[in-house]
């Protein structure tokens, strides 16, 4: 079951900052928070993690509250090329390794 | 350049038969991985493996086999007891922190 909830669709003008919330409210203390985007037809790409702390990289900033039931992704100017499926994902430990729990993602739509 | 490669990109099968997807990567990751996606979902686990020869099941790994003879490869058969094939599958690897993955391969049932 995913771990995950995330609004199915939205929206934003070319060159705004792009909000993407998502809800993990079971997530366990040593659980990561990762976020990925997949276009159509191809692979989930790696855009950011984080556990506790802030995070921000070439891509993307992630802000996790301090409770880390919630999480936002944002995309500082987003571009046509953002348009895609973005996914909020909760890193479980298994055995030696570890899976991601994937949910249905929330299908961002940059307008021109 | 260094990446996955899933060949091949789309793949028919007919009712009955098993057929193999390809997955090669040349990151030097230890650990590979096999999802599946049905349409408007995310990704399900099927199969994992940590090291050469050695592999786990992941949550749906029922009518599906996998190898791991070579570091580089990861091979997984659809055998004709998934009853339901029809999906995108995807192959990662993963580094200390990320899972990258392949662009998938479209199977569809003739």
């Known amino acids: 079951d995913a771990k995950t909830t995330q609004p199915p669709s939205m929206d934003c003008a070319e060159g705004r900052a792009a909000n993407l919330p998502c809800n993990h409210s079971t997530i366990s203390g040593n659980e990561y928070v990762y976020w990925y985007r997949q276009i159509h037809s191809q692979g989930p790409q790696y855009i950011i993690h984080g556990l506790k702390n802030n995070e921000t990289n070439e891509m993307a900033s992630l802000i996790i509250t301090e409770d880390r039931k919630s999480s936002t992704l944002i995309l500082p100017h987003a571009t046509l090329r953002d348009t895609a499926v973005y996914y909020c994902?909760?890193?479980?430990?298994?055995?030696?390794?570890?899976?991601?729990?994937f949910g249905s993602g929330t299908r961002l739509l940059v307008r021109p | 350049d260094g990446g996955i490669t899933q060949s091949p990109k789309y793949l028919f099968r007919k009712e009955g038969q098993n057929v193999t997807l390809s997955c090669e990567q040349n990151?030097?990751?230890?650990?590979m991985y096999w999802y599946r996606q049905d349409p408007g979902q995310g990704l399900r686990l099927i199969y994992y493996s940590q090291i050469v020869n050695d592999f786990q099941k992941g949550d749906i790994a029922e009518g599906y086999s996998v190898s791991r003879e070579k570091k580089e490869s990861f091979p997984l058969t659809v055998t004709s007891a998934q009853k339901n094939p029809t999906a995108f599958y995807l192959c990662a690897s993963s580094e200390a922190f990320a899972q990258h993955f392949g662009d998938g391969t479209r199977l569809s049932i003739l």
């Open positions: 994902i909760v890193r479980v430990r298994m055995d030696s390794s570890y899976k991601l729990i």
């Open positions: 990151l030097n990751h230890d650990a």
